[in-house]
């Protein structure tokens, strides 16, 4: 069982930047993959980022690549998302993922984070 809390959203003006981080309970957050979604409102929930296991392969949804950065400390139990140059359709509510798999698909994924707001105005 791991339970997933994500921080960090909130409100910033386009061009900005914003620093999401998903803190994990127990012991074996370094044998899931991990991922960060999005959904905005009237939206399906959107691939954004995954990262294997031990942090050394990263995969980005088109739409974010060259502009958000994600990582993981798998000492202390946590992943990250640097958002950078943020525009206004990145406005979501944003939630990480633990998953036996690398991959881009919400079905992969068995444990969820209840969610962070990130809000970007023009």
């Known amino acids: 069982q791991v339970q997933l809390v994500e921080s960090g959203g909130g409100l910033v003006q386009a061009g900005g930047s914003l620093r999401l981080s998903c803190a994990a309970s127990?012991?074996?957050?370094?044998?899931?993959?991990m991922g960060w979604f999005r959904q905005a409102p009237g939206k399906e929930r959107e691939f954004v980022v995954t990262?294997?296991?031990?942090?050394?392969?990263?995969y980005y949804a088109n739409s974010v690549k060259g502009r958000f950065t994600n990582s993981r400390d798998n000492a202390k139990n946590t992943m990250y998302l640097q958002m950078d140059s943020l525009k206004p359709e990145d406005t979501a509510v944003y939630y990480c993922?633990?998953?036996?798999?690398?991959?881009?698909?919400?079905?992969?994924?068995?444990?969820w984070g209840q969610g962070t707001q990130v809000t970007v105005s023009s």
């Open positions: 993922a633990a998953g036996v798999s690398y991959s881009a698909r919400p079905n992969d994924y068995q444990y």
């Open positions: 127990g012991r074996t957050f370094s044998t899931y993959a």
């Open positions: 990262i294997s296991p031990s942090g050394g392969n990263t």
